[in-house]
T-cell receptor, first 116, second 111 residues
Framework: NAGVMQNPRHLVRRRGQEARLRCSPM?????VYWYRQLPEEGLKFMVY????????ESGMPKERFSAEFPKEGPSILRIQQVVRGDSAAYFC??????????????FGPGTRLTVL | DAKTTQPPSMDCAEGRAANLPCNHS???????VYWYRQIHSQGPQYIIH???NNETNEMASLIITEDRKSSTLILPHATLRDTAVYYC????????????FGQGTILTVHP
């Protein structure tokens, strides 16, 4: 019963490069959420996706960040032209349906992005 | 979002019960209380949730006051591995899907 999987676990990029973070939800889960944790700060919601749909992107920075969850394959969080301020831990969570008040999110181990 | 207030830190002796309080005085009638913890930069781990009745699972117990304005998470026999940041979250129905994390309580379990 595999949990939420994220890869890579650690990612190093130079300023201006692109970062792609992948998230495979738990089996049977069709809803994915991305959160970011900046150094010494709390977890902040970024985006909520269902298969092929973005449900809520209210926490996504307006530029350079995008997310997708295709019909097949993992969810991808893409950061273009990374800057040092993007260095953070990025966590993915998944839930079975996303529609119930009692729907529970389960988190992956995170990807730690370091921008040099 | 209903706001939660937690003490910034607490200590507990190994083997003793850890009682972590949370105030959520503005909670509305259909909002659930969720507890997560984060152990040393790992991904947050779901612990338990409840609406108005007390809840218990293999990890912890959740006691919610009758007026629902506060709750207590109880770890019955704390171990060193329970040292973590504990987050109390109230789920806001119009923004379902989104969890809003506060600063949480840093629980340190001592030998």
């Amino acid at each position: 019963n595999a949990g939420v999987m994220q890869n890579p676990r650690h990612l190093v990029r130079r300023r201006g490069q692109e970062a792609r973070l992948r998230c495979s939800p738990m089996k049977g889960h069709s809803h994915v959420y991305w959160y970011r944790q900046l150094p010494e700060e709390g977890l902040k919601f970024m985006v909520y996706l269902q298969k092929e749909n973005i449900i809520d992107e209210s926490g996504m920075p307006k530029e350079r960040f995008s997310a997708e969850f295709p019909k097949e394959g993992p969810s991808i969080l893409r950061i273009q032209q990374v800057v040092r301020g993007d260095s953070a831990a990025y966590f993915c969570a998944s839930s079975p349906t996303g529609t119930g008040l009692t729907d529970t999110q389960y988190f992956g181990p995170g990807t730690r992005l370091t921008v040099l | 979002d209903a706001k939660t207030t937690q003490p910034p830190s607490m200590d507990c002796a190994e083997g003793r019960a850890a009682n972590l309080p949370c105030n959520h005085s503005t909670i509305s009638g259909n909002e659930y209380v969720y507890w997560y913890r984060q152990i040393h930069s790992q991904g947050p781990q779901y612990i338990i949730h409840g609406l108005k009745n007390n809840e218990t699972n293999e990890m912890a117990s959740l006691i919610i006051t009758e007026d629902r304005k506060s709750s207590t998470l109880i770890l019955p026999h704390a171990t060193l591995r329970d040292t973590a940041v504990y987050y109390c979250i109230v789920r806001d129905p119009p923004q379902r899907g989104k969890l809003t994390f506060g600063q949480g309580t840093i629980l340190t379990v001592h030998p």
